[in-house]
């Protein structure tokens, strides 16, 4: 088994509620606390609700990301030409173990996990002294970010 975490977020709709099924359906074994955010990437959208599970998974990278995909059109998630635009439901292999991975459509750890505060808040909740492969604990990801504002 393997310890993977997820990125969960949704701006459309009951938001809370979509996380939590979301988690539900993705077996999650932990669930951080849901916080709002502000939009990223493209701010002419409604705020956020986001949070971070954990997993404990026998599934490889591929096959997880493929469930978690499986999950988001379970859910009403439709992909638009907008990139990080509105979305019922949001699911992101964040972190698989402490593999790293670099394949066409999946790269792990997430390559911008590192920058985003909307995840990096969340899953230090759950897993503060966390190695992020490359980039040191999750907690220091975050004070760098803290560190430039």
Partial sequence: M????????????DREASILRAAELVDAVRLSPIVETEPWGY??????????????????????LERLLEVE??????????RYGPRT??????????????????????????????VLEPLAALVPELKIPGNGTVLEALAGLQSDA
Avoid: C, K, W
């Fill in 89 to 118: 439901i949001d699911l992101d292999l964040l972190l698989y173990g402490d593999e790293r991975v670099s394949e066409p459509g999946l790269e792990v750890p997430h390559p911008r996990l590192h920058e985003r505060r909307f």
């Fill in 43 to 64: 701010a002419e959208q409604p705020r956020f609700l986001n949070a971070a599970a954990e997993l404990d998974t026998d599934e490889g990278p591929r096959a997880l």
């Fill in 2 to 13: 393997t310890l993977a975490y997820v990125g969960l977020g949704a701006n459309l709709g």
């Fill in 73 to 82: 059109r379970r859910l009403g998630r439709v992909r638009t030409a907008l």
